[in-house]
């Protein structure tokens, strides 16, 4: 059973790293090289769609982590597990306390009402997103290591 546990909490950590990875890579130099507002309207719509999907990924992912942390205690690789797990929570805080508010007001903007600096919000979400995608990374990795 925990075996099964460890590869579906891997399967699930390693696909979030894979989007939030492209959306960081793939998705959003698609959307800055569009003409006029397109790059805007997809960066809001992307806003919508993965800030209603995501949250649910994170805290999925973290659960999954703690449940093998858990039932794996006296296992080899513990350690790996349960510091993934705080990599994962600082993941989530890092998003709570500041991802998620400008993801929160740049799905709402259209050409007619964002404000001045929208770009400079957006270039500030994406300097944060780095650091949260090094951290999932950090994350997904040492659970890798803790299955060998």
Aim: charged share 10%.
């Amino acid at each position: 059973m925990l075996s099964a546990l460890q590869v579906v909490t891997t399967v699930v950590l390693g696909l979030m790293v894979g989007v939030e990875f492209s959306v960081l890579f793939v998705v959003n130099p698609i959307l800055n090289a569009l003409p006029e507002d397109s790059g805007q309207l997809g960066h809001a719509h992307g806003g919508r769609m993965l800030g209603a999907v995501m949250p649910v990924w994170y805290i999925g992912s973290l659960v999954l982590v703690a449940v093998w942390a858990v039932a794996g205690w006296h296992h080899h690789g513990t350690g790996l597990v349960v510091t993934a797990g705080a990599l994962l929570i600082l993941s989530v805080i890092m998003s709570i306390l500041l991802l998620v508010p400008i993801n929160n007001r740049g799905k709402t903007w259209t050409p007619e009402n964002r404000p001045e600096d929208w770009k400079e919000q957006l270039n500030r979400w994406v300097r944060f997103h780095y650091v949260r995608v090094a951290v999932i990374i950090a994350a997904f990795t040492l659970l890798v290591a803790a299955l060998v």
